[in-house]
């Protein structure tokens, strides 16, 4: 397994092939152990104590290709000794079987099926494998901070979006009674994010079942544009890059270098907007852009009864998208705090 994921792209190569023997028992490095839990998960353990425990999952849409090669690039370096990891860690490559395929997902959205929204639903041949996927990944997790004990728990789900972003990156910050302290802040600013949107209720996503389940600190983070394998330039995602590996080295983080000293744009969800018929419509264009803001009183959609219009100050809309079926969400309302 060692030589294989060497290479840069091995674990992306490993988890692509039906046939490679994944290999659950420790495997010694020079300054570290590290482990197969299951297909795409590895876990690695320095060799000094620690109870710091960091998941960086990516590939949970499995066309999200530059996450999947940044966690293959960490992995590879943490295998040549180039890196030298002194927590806990804990890689997930989420949807092997979309991935393989080229695709966002086999058969359903994978980050709608955490904190247990797997359970919904009533498998046949088609959706079996990300509701199994779903439920493994939550074990995966689990097992990982509380097997070991770890005190110190922070979840990165990396992502890159569809659609174009007024905000080149941003983090999702799920539901939560936690405060938001300066140094989750400042960790988000070292990760290259330009702004962060806390969600007002329970999700069914990867981070949410972290933060709800299992008391992690963690954010969905979407780090730009969807590309295929091979495309991503990595200067794009430096800062994303920069910031892991001092994560993983347990580097001082005011040593990592800022893009600039821009404070976080924080967001905060005001409505959503669901399809109730088929009579729905978004009166947005096609291309409107991620966290593109609209005056007051601009309509944003209209169903058989029911108008969204923006209230008494300027409204942005996230994650739109018409062609959902009805009882689904078509977009995300936020507003800057
Ligand atoms: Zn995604």
Not at 147 to 154: P, V
Not at 251 to 259: A, C, H, I, T, Y
Request: aromatic share 8%; proline share 6%; net charge negative.
């Amino acid at each position: 397994m060692i030589e294989q994921l060497k290479k840069p792209d091995g674990f992306i190569l490993a988890c692509l092939d039906d046939n490679f023997n994944w290999q659950k028992e420790w495997q010694k490095l020079d300054d570290c152990s590290l482990r197969c839990v299951d297909s795409g998960v590895i876990q690695v353990k320095p060799d000094a104590d620690s109870f710091e425990g960091v998941v960086i999952s990516c590939g949970i849409h499995g066309n999200e290709t530059a996450p999947i090669e940044i966690v293959s690039q960490l992995i590879s370096k943490i295998i040549k000794g180039e890196l030298k990891p002194k927590i806990n860690l804990l890689f997930i490559l989420g949807n092997p079987a979309s991935m393989k395929i080229n695709q966002r997902f086999v058969s359903l959205n994978m980050n709608r099926l955490f904190s247990g929204a797997h359970t919904n639903y009533t498998k046949d041949a088609e959706n079996t494998y990300e509701l199994e996927r779903a439920e493994n990944l939550e074990k995966c997790v689990k097992v990982f901070y509380e097997k070991q004990s770890l005190s110190s728990r922070l979840h990165l789900d990396l992502h890159t979006a569809i659609r174009p972003s007024f905000h080149k990156t941003f983090a999702i910050r799920p539901h939560t009674d936690h405060l938001f302290l300066p140094g989750s802040k400042f960790l988000l600013r070292c990760l290259g994010i330009e702004a962060v949107l806390q969600h007002n209720k329970p999700s069914t996503t990867f981070s949410y079942y972290s933060v709800s389940q299992l008391n992690a600190e963690a954010y969905t983070l979407e780090l730009g544009k969807v590309k295929p394998f091979g495309e991503n330039d990595p200067d794009d995602f430096s800062l994303a890059i920069n910031c892991l590996e001092a994560l993983v080295e347990q580097k001082n983080l005011l040593e990592v270098e800022l893009p600039d000293s821009k404070p976080l744009k924080n967001y905060e969800v005001v409505g959503e907007i669901i399809k109730q018929s088929e009579n729905f419509i978004l009166h947005l264009g096609k291309d409107v852009e991620n966290f593109t803001p609209f005056p007051p009183d601009f309509v944003i959609a209209e169903d058989s009864d029911y108008v969204y219009r923006v209230g008494e100050t300027e409204e942005s809309v996230v994650f739109p998208n018409p062609d959902v079926p009805v009882g689904q969400r078509v977009a995300v309302m936020v507003k800057t705090v």
